[in-house]
Nanobody, 127 residues
Framework: QVQLIESGGGTAQAGGSLRLSCVAS????????MGWFRQVPGKEREAVAA????????HYADSVKGRFTLSQDNAKNAVYLQMDSLSPDDTAMYYC????????????????????WGQGTQVTVAS
């Protein structure tokens, strides 16, 4: 099992910044990827960004490219999402994900044979 603890959500003004953190514990050895998703009530969960263990590459959704930066600290089993130039459209519940398995075509959606989710952290951007 894997436990994911997120922190760093809150309220920001449009154009501002927030930094989300996610720390993993449990069966975290050699995951396929770690990443972030977001969801607005009534809409499907949307992939934001993911980093893959094989190759170490990071992938971003088009909606956040150039504004969000995903980084990781392997020693701490942690990933961070630096969110800059925030807009009200970024308002959502943000979820950390860790997946075991293999992805043929890596992208911003961290998926695999087993996917684990954090409890979510709310991000609200005021206009």
């Amino acid at each position: 099992q894997v436990q994911l603890i997120e922190s760093g959500g809150g309220t920001a003004q449009a154009g501002g910044s927030l930094r989300l953190s996610c720390v993993a514990s449990g069966s975290t050895y050699n995951p396929n990827c770690m990443g972030w998703f977001r969801q607005v009530p009534g809409k499907e969960r949307e992939a934001v960004a993911a980093v893959y263990t094989l190759g170490g590459k990071t992938h971003y959704a088009d909606s956040v490219k150039g504004r969000f930066t995903l980084s990781q600290d392997n020693a701490k089993n942690a990933v961070y999402l630096q969110m800059d130039s925030l807009s009200p459209d970024d308002t959502a519940m943000y979820y950390c994900a860790l997946a075991h398995g293999f992805t043929i075509v890596p992208g911003p959606a961290c998926m695999g044979d087993d996917v684990y989710w954090g409890q979510g952290t709310q991000v609200t951007v005021a206009s």
